[in-house]
């Protein structure tokens, strides 16, 4: 879990600094599609804060935004036809389209090219978090029980 921190905090940077698009918001979504832990939503207040501050942005606006992101992911993961992958693609757009109302509602104007360049990264993401979540995170339960003899 630490590298998978280290990673996103380097992305956060990436982000800021050379991306027009918002990577954090896809790789929480495609995390809280995986994985329903309170670490999400650790990581979004978290990471929410650093995006804001390093973008200059009122802080904890971010925060808010990726809180509710997971929340959503979580409440629409409940509904039995999101079970399937595809299903990603469309609620990646309806919450860029969220994220970019939500800028709208600041004073910038829509970025309809990041926006589908934010959307179809999801088709490159969802994958790599995926194949990091079942195989490289270490999992600390243990299915081994055993039986006591009365």
């Known amino acids: ?41 650790y990581l979004a207040f978290g990471l929410g804060l650093l995006v804001s501050f390093l973008q200059n942005m009122d802080l904890g606006l971010l925060s808010i935004f990726y809180l509710i992101l997971v929340k959503l992911t979580y409440l629409i993961k409940r509904v039995p036809f999101s079970t399937k992958w595809f299903f990603i ?38 994958p790599l978090i995926k194949i990091w979540v079942e195989r490289i995170e270490v999992k600390s339960k243990s299915s081994l029980v055993f039986k006591k003899d009365y």
């Open 1 to 41: 879990m630490i590298i998978f921190i280290i990673l996103l905090i380097l992305l956060s940077f990436i982000q800021s600094s050379l991306l027009r698009i918002d990577l954090l918001a896809i790789v929480l979504l495609s995390r809280s599609l995986l994985v329903e832990d309170n670490t999400n939503y």
């Open 89 to 126: 693609l469309p609620l990646a757009l309806l919450l860029t389209l969220v994220q970019q109302l939500l800028f709208l509602i600041m004073g910038t104007s829509i970025d309809w090219m990041s926006l589908s360049i934010q959307t179809l990264s999801v088709i490159v993401i969802y």
